[in-house]
């Protein structure tokens, strides 16, 4: 087994994903992966990165998330860093019915997000490093949920499960036709990028009740309005700009004591 440091970035393949496993192959001491869903796309990255001097290690072969683990537990006894970047986001124009938005985005954007988290964070080692990677549209998306549903995403009691069936019942609301109706605001991708947040507080306190002493800070980020082909080629940073915060909150040193649950954007700590 090794005892070299272990970072993986899912979504690594372009993007902020990539550019946050570029920086981390030069700050990071230590072997880093980056998964992406289709492997062509994975191995395209990696080349491009060996092409600057750089060593990423792809893990595309690995189809699912338990194989993963269990490769990380095998070989390396857990994993130090997790970035979790991986998501999706239909363009505004895209004429797909908003129930099939729902339902894709939040598949991926927040229970992809959820499994990956399930599988992987008992493997995290003491002063290991957890990001989810959020948005600003989480904070604006959370502003234009009715009342009871703010009072929610922000309870510091709310459970995984209760988590779960929220955003379950979103996804049946957009199908039933009265999403707006029953208070939720008129965007998939934020209503997934609120469960990204409140997620990542959950899972904070969790690491608090159990794992105290191992110092693990997990928080979620918010990287900017980035040049991606996502966001589209008027938004205001470059993919390494947008990479700043989630590497930050990744490397933050053994014996920080915080951020830790928090919604961190330009790497300070934000109101939710």
Known sequence: MSNTPVAVVTGGNKGIGLAIVRA??????????????????????????????????????????RALRNFLKEKYGGLNVLVNNAGIAFKVADTTPFTTQAEVTLKTNFFGTRDVCTELLPLIKPNGRVVNVSSMVAVSALAKCNEDLQQKFRSDTITEEELVKLMTKFVEDTKNGVHEKEGWPNTAYGVSKIGVTVLSRIHARMLNEKRKADQILLNACCPGWVRTDMAGPNATKSPDEGAVTPVYLALLPPGAGEPHGQHVSEKKVRTW
Request: charged content about 25%; proline content about 2%.
């Open 24 to 65: 981390l192959c030069k700050q990071f001491s230590g072997d880093v992966y980056l998964t992406a869903r289709e492997a062509g796309h994975g191995q395209a990255a990696v080349a491009e990165l060996q092409k600057e001097g750089l060593k990423p290690l792809d893990i595309n072969d690995l189809q699912s998330i």
